[in-house]
Every structure is written in C-alpha cells, then in structure tokens.
C-alpha cells in the first residue's frame, strides 16, 4: 500500500518535473503525458486487490477502484460527487485530509455497509500543498482478528513474564532473627506482635544492623505472607527512574498494542512492599506516594489504567527522619503515614553477646557454601570479636566471618585468619577505642583509617567504602561532611 503512494507521488512530481525544463513543451506532448500517466494509475489501480477511495482537499470523493465495490456493494456512481466528511467524518480519510498525516492500520466500521475495515491513509502533497488524500483498505477478516489477538497476548505474555520475574517471597522469618540480649529481644517481639497487624511499619537503625531481616520477618509472620515481598532500595536507583520503577510505565503506540512496564507497586499485590532507605525520596516523590497510599490507587507513568492499591508498607531508614521533618527535608505527613509502627534495632555494639551467635551462624553458612567442616572459633578469636565496636554492624560481621573461613586451614577459627580484622583493631587501640566518644567522631576516625590504609585513589576509596560496608556514594557523601565541617 505504501509503494502504491510513493508511485503515485513519483508520476506526479515526474509530470511537475518534466514540465519546468528550459523552453515550453509543446501542449499536446503534455496532454499525451497526462493521459498516458492517467491511464496507468487508473490500470494500477483496478487491478489492485484491495479497496482505493480518493478525495479532494475539500473532501469530496473523485475515485473509488472496482474492488471497492466489490466489498462495499457501493458503486461508483453512488460514491463519486459525495463528501467524505459527512460520508464518514472520523474515518483515516477524513482524518488525513483534516492532519495532513500519514495514518496506519486504522480500525473502523463502515456504516453504510456494516463492516469492519483497517485502513492506511496518506495525503498527497503538490508543492507543498495538501491537494488531496489516498486511503487503501481491507475487511477485518478473521485472519485480521487472529493476528492481533496473538500480538495482544504477546504483550500480555511480556507484561506477565515481567511480574513473575518481580515476584518473589520474603526469604527469612523470625527464627533467623538471632540474639538473646535484653533490648535485642524485646525489639524482635515487638517486631513479631507487630506482623500480625495491618499497620505500615518503619525500621530505623545504622546500615548493617538488620533492617531488611526485619523486613523479610515481618512479612514471613503476617497474614499477607503468600503473596509477593518485593524490595525497592531508594538508595541504589537514580531519582530519574524510582517513579517508574514504583508505578510502572505504558507506551502508546498507533500501529501496535501498548508496551507495559508493571511497576513495584502493582506486582506487590496483596503482599509487601519494603522501600528501604525511604529517606532519600524527593519532595516529588514523597508527595507522590503520600497521594497514593491516601488514595489507595495510583496509574502507571503516561497510562490511564486506575489500578487499585492493596499492599503493606514497611520502610526503613538509616537516618534521623524526625530531624528532617523539623528541617522541611521530608514531608510530615508522608512520615506520620508510614510511621503507625516504629522499630528501633539497636547497633551491633549495644548487644556486643550476641556477636558470637551471628558468628556461629554465619560459621555454618559459609561451610555448606564452601564445603569445609569449621566447628568454631578459638577463645582468644572469641574475645577479639567481642572486643571490636562493629562499625557496620552485622553486616561487617559476616564479611568478616565469610573472609576468615576463605582462609582457614583447620576446623576451628583463630585469630591469624582475622588477620584484617586484627590490624583494624591494633589502630584503634592507638584512638583508645575502648574510651567512649561521640559516634559521629567514631565515624571519622574509622574513614581516616580506612583511607589512611587504602589510599585516596578512587580504587582505594572502593575498598574502604567495601571495608566500612558502605557504598562508594555514601563514602563521598561522608568525605563531603567531614570537608564541610573543618
């Protein structure tokens, strides 16, 4: 159908060519021309097996080919002279004359006759103006209809395939929550009695400590714990995608079905959305998602789609978010809404006893992964463990633990596999780190020792950072504050 136009534009602008040469061509040469041109658009046409209607900028119909009649049961004599702005004013044909556009597989139902057609459309353009307009099209047949059920259903399969990728269940429960310590047990049953509610849930507590533990429990102990537990980490995704990556997005299309991208919070459905570090949202997307959760539906980026919300959200933050409501940093009411329930988890220094059963637990881990046989760990490797402050909590515990069993020979860990860990702790000792200081100041120091060790290159930065079990961006961030501050 498009050579079809493109041919009928060349022996146009062959005709408008062939008569602008130097010197006037004779008339009859012309005329002999146009006939001749005439002739074999009026053959092309005809013998084409689909339909053909042309009508003039004004709208009024010049020319429909035989297998127009055919399909229509409309002759020519009861088509040609009528205006198809009244024929059929939002048909492709009007529609071209109206945009000046190009139109393709347009759906409609010719009501003269009661049948469905899909139709391409075109104008045509003489020096730059619009003098008429070309529309070519077909019966839906079954065939027709076939066809773009498959290529529905192969949108369908995508937009699907996407959700069962995104799915997944929460992976631990509160039996993985170890720790016998007073205040560590009483936040791990106020964090169980709290699975068993509807409320939104916000974990507080230092990177490391065990927010998203926490998380994946709380899911595991509530009644939502058959559907979906999905994570989005507001710290690792540019601010540029979160919002797709919350709501998801749908790409319109004129020549096929609309594209989806199901965002997190339609394919956490029924189940549990943990947005961690919920801190870190801008002012956009905190009023965004504070509209949602009120409204209780939300629509995907640039889609009309209303989709109803019914999720659990549980947050979690590493920093002070009542200090950055005070300071207009985050939306109060934002922060009142996924406060119902706050928990607190204390750092790794404040329950120190428990070092060893993380350990221990990590130990066991480590061996199935590597296929050793460690049983334990020595008394005096027990005591560097339980003299260390844990900086990055339990987090650089198992890393700790993971890097001593890659190392170990025997069945039990001693103090030369903590080899990293000893050398931390023998500079600390210079500090006096068993004195108490300000935390923030315990910050600094620890940086300085993690860059005084592994230098300010940008590799040695990415060791620190591995080290402090913190992200590159966090380390610079830090770097920046402590600039700031001298």
Known sequence: MYKLYKYILYKIEGKRVEGSTVGQQPKRVEI?????????????????????????KDGTIQYVNPYFSRLTGISPYERIGKNIFELSPEGALARVLRTHEPIYAHR??????????????????????????????????????????????????????????????????????????????????????????????????????????????????????HKPFLKVDCANIPESLLEVELLGYEKKSQDRASERKLGKLECASGGTLFLDEIGLLNDYLQDKLLHILLEKK??????????????????????????????????PDLYHL??????????????????????????????RKLGKHVIGITTQAEQLLLDYHWPGNIRELRNVIEMAMDSVEGDMLNIKDFASLVEIVNKTE?????????????????????????????????????????????LYNKLKTLEDNV
Request: proline share 3%.
């Open 430 to 474: 210079e500090i006096h780190y068993r004195e108490p200081m300000a935390l923030d100041e315990l910050e600094k120091r620890m940086i300085r020792l993690a860059l005084d060790r592994y230098g300010n290159s940008v590799e040695g930065k990415k060791r620190a950072a591995g080290v402090l079990n913190i992200s590159l961006a966090t």
């Open 298 to 331: 939300f629509q995907p980026v640039d889609g009309t789609q209303v989709i109803e919300l019914d999720i659990r959200i549980i947050t979690a933050t590493n920093r002070d978010l009542r200090t950055m409501v005070e300071n207009g940093q985050f939306s």
């Open 338 to 367: 996924l406060g119902g329930i706050e928990i607190q988890i204390p750092p790794l220094r404040m329950h120190k006893e428990d070092a060893l059963t993380y350990a221990q637990s990590f130990i066991y881990k480590a061996n």
């Open 32 to 56: 002999r021309d146009s006939r001749r041109i005439e002739e074999e658009l009026k053959v092309l046409y005809n013998s084409i097996q689909e339909a053909i209607e042309v009508a003039g």
């Open 108 to 225: 409609s139902t010719m009501e003269e006759c009661d049948i469905e057609i899909i139709a391409n459309a075109y104008p045509i353009v003489i020096e730059g103006n619009i003098e008429a307009a070309l529309v070519v099209f077909q019966q839906l047949t079954e065939t027709s209809r076939l066809g773009e059920e498959i290529e529905a259903a192969k949108q369908m399969i995508q937009a699907l395939t996407t959700r069962v990728d995104q799915m997944a269940s929460s992976s631990y429960t509160f039996d993985d929550v170890l720790g016998s310590h007073p205040d560590f047990a009483f936040i791990r049953n106020k964090a169980r009695r709290s699975a068993e509610t509807h409320s939104p849930i916000m974990i507080m507590g230092e990177s490391g400590s065990g927010k998203e533990l926490f998380a994946h429990a709380i899911h595991s102990g509530s009644t939502r714990s």
